[in-house]
């Protein structure tokens, strides 16, 4: 298996711009997280699904920010409007549940900066 | 919600010697708790975890140990290499699947 994939890496832009980041959860597995890393703040959970359902979306910061799951293998975050204090690196992450809580197993992470 | 504190926020040990990094939680129904390695530009991995039915778990240099009644847990590396470099995570578990990160010890190991 090729591991959690996230796209883009890198991702620079301008204030107000809208931001799409991209994440393809390991086959088979049925939870998806969503993280934001900062020096200040460290690895925050901003959402995360079960099944493609959003489970607990309290960690999102702000209306600017949105998640969504259309399919088994598939979730995008948004960010919209994009403003400086959004740069950090996102990660997604994914876990094949079962009894108890499992294996998180984290994408390579996109670095995003918005100037 | 549950809430982690990891200590030290930094360490630094000359090669050869060991490495302790202490964690405690909040909530005394986490239940999961592991450990997660991040090098300088990468992604957190998963070095060892523990559940709350075991004590010490052991992998190689690697060691957590876990007092549920004090609610902490510790991360013991041995024999430190400068490999080891990095930055480790603690994290708990209170609901099902859902993980709280302590801020992470960065480790700087020196040859």
């Known amino acids: 298996d090729a591991g959690v994939i996230q796209s883009p890496r890198h991702e620079v832009t301008e204030m107000g711009q809208e931001v799409t980041l991209r994440c393809k959860p390991i086959?088979?597995?049925?939870?998806l997280f969503w993280y934001r890393q900062t020096m200040m703040r460290g690895l925050e959970l901003l959402i995360y699904f079960n099944n493609n359902v959003p489970i607990d979306d309290s960690g999102m910061p702000e209306d600017r920010f949105s998640a969504k799951m259309p399919n088994a293998s598939f979730s995008t975050l948004k960010i919209q409007p994009s403003e400086p204090r959004d740069s950090a690196v996102y990660f997604c992450a994914s876990s094949s549940g079962g009894q108890g809580a499992d294996t998180q197993y984290f994408g390579p992470g996109t670095r995003l900066t918005v100037l | 919600g549950e809430n982690v504190e990891q200590h030290p926020s930094t360490l630094s040990v000359q090669e050869g010697d060991s490495a302790v990094i202490k964690c405690t939680y909040s909530?005394?129904?986490?239940?999961?708790f592991p450990w997660y390695k991040q090098e300088l530009g990468k992604r957190p991995q998963l070095i060892i975890d523990i559940r709350s039915n075991v004590g010490e778990k052991k992998d190689q240099r690697i060691a957590v140990t876990l007092n549920k009644t004090a609610k902490h847990f510790s991360l013991h590396i041995t024999e430190t290499q400068p490999e080891d470099s990095a930055v480790y995570f603690c994290?708990?578990?209170?609901?099902?699947?859902?993980?709280?990160f302590g801020k992470g010890t960065m480790l700087l190991v020196s040859p």
């Open positions: 086959s088979g597995h049925d939870y």
């Open positions: 994290a708990a578990s209170l609901r099902y699947s859902t993980l709280t």
């Open positions: 909530d005394s129904a986490s239940n999961y």
